[in-house]
């Protein structure tokens, strides 16, 4: 396995701090977009989806985070299928606020993915884990086994550079 290379960078959108990371795919917007909203593909490298999201919220099992892992809530704030999805999580892990962007040129897909920043002691900590996510995904995606991923050595090779992304951050304001 190659070392994992950081991506994410912050980006302000308003007065919101995000981390932003985008990954590429040899594969159309459709196949992109059902390997992140459809639940039998999302299981694959992230969880699966029970509900229906006509109701606003679906609940998600992941399953690669072991068998202590609780379902959570996913309250859907926008879906314009096949290119935009933003939910957000408030679970015993924290309050997850998440935007994923699709665009496809010349048989490639590009996903923008971003969690907006609430708290920032998380960034060292989170960075890491949507790295070996979205790596995940696109190995996956490529058709190799994402189980192949080795979070430790994802924490070991991205941190500091969360660590020091963090520490440039605004500090937390009331809400």
């Given amino acids: 396995m190659t070392t994992p290379t950081p991506t994410g960078r912050h980006e302000r ?90 665009r496809e040129s010349d048989g490639t897909t590009t996903l923008r993915f971003a969690q907006r920043i609430h708290d920032v002691s998380i960034v060292e900590h989170t960075g890491p884990g949507w790295e070996w996510y979205l790596d995940r995904l696109v190995t996956s995606a490529s058709g190799a086994d994402p189980d192949d991923l080795d979070f430790d050595a994802y924490l070991a090779a991205t941190h500091d550079h969360y660590r020091a992304l963090q520490d440039t951050l605004t500090p937390d304001r009331p809400r």
């Fill in 13 to 102: 959108r308003g007065t919101d701090d995000h981390l932003v990371w985008e990954r590429t795919f040899r594969a159309p917007l459709d196949d992109v977009w059902a390997s992140v909203t459809e639940s039998d593909r999302l299981a694959r490298w992230f969880g699966t989806w029970t509900g229906d999201p006509s109701d606003g919220f679906v609940t998600v099992q992941m399953n690669a985070e072991g068998d202590a892992a609780e379902p959570s809530r996913f309250e859907i704030r926008a879906c314009d299928a096949p290119t935009h999805l933003a939910v957000d999580v408030v679970d015993e892990g924290g309050a997850w606020y998440l935007d994923l962007e699709l």
